[in-house]
């Protein structure tokens, strides 16, 4: 089993930059896909990015490509998402979730999920 602890949200304004991080404990995160899922005040909840478990492979949802970088350190058993060029649309809580198959938008198959945190880009 391993538990996610999400960090790095905040206040930003357009065009700026956060990164956020995924801390795993109780387990090696290079076991699982890991994913970071958003959601904003009344819609779903929406897949941004994973980064597979086998061969690195990575995924970004089209809204955020060129401007989202996932990354994986296994040495610090963390996940980092870089996000850039901010957009007020990105705003959102932010979840990491794991799971030990392959990278999926579908947040159904998530068997491991951390708390959030909330990212606001405003002016």
């Known amino acids: 089993q391993v538990q996610l602890v999400e960090s790095g949200g905040g206040l930003v304004q357009p065009g700026g930059s956060l990164r956020l991080s995924c801390a795993a404990s109780?387990?090696?995160?290079?076991?699982?896909?890991i994913a970071w899922f958003r959601q904003a005040p009344g819609k779903e909840r929406e897949g941004v990015s994973c980064?597979?478990?086998?061969?690195?492979?990575?995924y970004y949802v089209d809204s955020v490509k060129g401007r989202f970088t996932i990354s994986r350190d296994n040495a610090k058993n963390t996940v980092y998402l870089q996000m850039n060029s901010l957009k007020p649309e990105d705003t959102a809580v932010y979840y990491c979730?794991?799971?030990?198959?392959?990278?999926?938008?579908?947040?159904?198959?998530?068997?491991?999920w951390g708390q959030g945190t909330q990212v606001t880009v405003s002016s």
């Open positions: 979730a794991a799971r030990y198959y392959q990278c999926t938008t579908n947040r159904y198959v998530y068997k491991y």
């Open positions: 109780g387990s090696t995160l290079d076991d699982y896909a």
């Open positions: 980064v597979s478990r086998s061969d690195g492979s990575l």
